[in-house]
């Protein structure tokens, strides 16, 4: 391996432990426990296989909730799109309230940032 792979590894590799941390070991932590009859209150989790996947598929508010989800996210596509397609051909152009209105637009993502920095601060 010559030097610059190594080096090109050795910079990635933290971001490859951080990724396994947060992501693939509680994605992999979750599907253990939707095989088992889990309870916090109860020390053991005995294995039950897929009869939570049946019960979860047999049980009519889940039905419910997944059509509700399902129309939401049909209504907002259906709103946000067209909105943001809008904005984003509007901001290709040049027009008279561009640098207005496209720093008005970037706000809420500068300021989230700040606000999460300054909560951490207070929190501490």
Known sequence: MSKTRQRAVLLV????????LVVVFPMFYSLSVSFRMYDLRVPRHPFVGLENYVRLFTDSRFHNALGVTGLLLIGELALQFPIGFGLALLLARKFWGKKAVQPVLLLPMMVTPVVVGYMGRLLC
């Open 13 to 20: 590799l933290p971001t490859v432990i951080i990724l396994v």
